[in-house]
């Protein structure tokens, strides 16, 4: 036995640790585990030239590099290969030096978190040396767009499932309120879940979806469709089953909103009282458009 006048500051801080993380070890540790927030992968265009009276400026004779830098501001880790930038704007005749107008993101972008405050970053280069080839007559304004297109996931944690077969039974939990909940940083988003009942020992959980972003959204696997947007959703316990709109594991938004309700499969067993933890996930892919000016002046 450790006696109390011989417990240093550092040997007492030690045993506290120690105590939490062996408190710790039957439950998966939610509170603030997600940093949060309503970005994904957000982009940008390098400047091409000077900036001069706020558009990026060269002159006519002048090469000029065109790069979009991705920097990943969600918690979902980006691999290889899942963004596709697509450069837009300018009739491609009118430019030279660009050998694609379609690149991916070579490496894993990072999620943000306390260790990369910042996210994940990849500056794809489509060209170093793209010159405009038209005449210019004093000067002339060409906007450049890139069409930005990503895989992303959107976790959502639910730590207190109230799991009770006789609802006049008032101890440990309550089912027919909200439940607290935890989201991690994308822009598809979750902003409410509530718990009910769908039948003596059915629980059941709803979760409301919006699209916090500008972008579009689209099933992983499918294109973008202007008229609809679609995601995929799991859960990690097989117990339950989740729908949105009569379709099981797929929602559609309407207005930018959708809504999941997820339910046991099977009655709890008689005289059932806990608290549970679920998880879902939720799978997309993302659109985006971003835009830059580009101002050419005549060399002479």
């Known amino acids: 036995m450790i006696h109390a006048r011989y417990v240093t500051p550092f040997l007492l801080m030690t045993l506290l640790l120690l105590t939490a993380c062996g408190q710790g070890d039957s439950n998966t540790p939610v509170q603030g585990a997600f940093l949060g927030g309503t970005q994904g992968v957000v982009t940008v265009f390098e400047p091409f030239g000077v ?38 704007g300018p009739a491609p005749e009118e430019f030279e030096g660009i050998p694609s107008r379609e690149l991916m993101n070579a490496g894993v972008l990072d999620e943000i978190s306390e260790l990369v405050p910042e996210g994940g970053e990849e ?10 080839v038209e005449e210019v007559a004093n000067f002339l304004d060409r906007d450049w767009f890139a069409n930005i297109e990503y895989t992303y996931k959107t976790f959502v944690v639910v730590p207190e499932v109230c799991l009770k077969e006789d609802l006049t039974d008032t101890r440990v939990c309550d089912v027919r309120e909200p439940k607290q909940f935890f989201v991690s ?23 409301t979806l919006r699209n916090a972003g500008t972008g579009k959204v689209t099933m992983p696997g499918l294109e973008f469709d ?6 995929a959703f799991s859960i990690d316990d097989p117990a339950w089953e989740c729908k949105s709109a009569g379709k099981v594991n797929e ?25 549970k933890q679920v998880k879902l996930t939720l799978d997309y892919k993302y659109r985006e458009l971003i835009q830059e000016k580009l101002r050419v002046k005549q060399s002479n």
């Not at 002048?62 to 990943?72: D, K, R, S, W």
């Not at 822009?187 to 003596?200: S, W």
């Not at 067993?269 to 806990?274: F, I, K, V, W």
């Open 51 to 88: 900036e001069e009276n706020g558009l990026q400026t060269i002159f006519d004779t002048e090469a000029f590099p065109i790069e979009v830098t991705l920097q990943n501001k969600g918690e979902y880790q980006v691999q290889p290969g899942e963004v596709k930038v697509q450069l837009l």
């Open 123 to 132: 500056t794809i280069s489509f060209t170093s040396d793209a010159k405009f």
């Open 185 to 207: 940083g994308a822009p598809i988003t979750v902003t409410a879940v509530e718990e009910d009942t769908a039948g003596r020992g059915i629980m059941a959980l709803k979760l």
């Open 226 to 231: 202007d008229t609809r947007e679609r995601l």
């Open 251 to 275: 929602a559609r938004l309407f207005n930018g909103e959708a809504e999941i309700v997820c339910k046991l499969k099977e009655t709890l067993p008689q005289d059932t009282l806990s608290t």
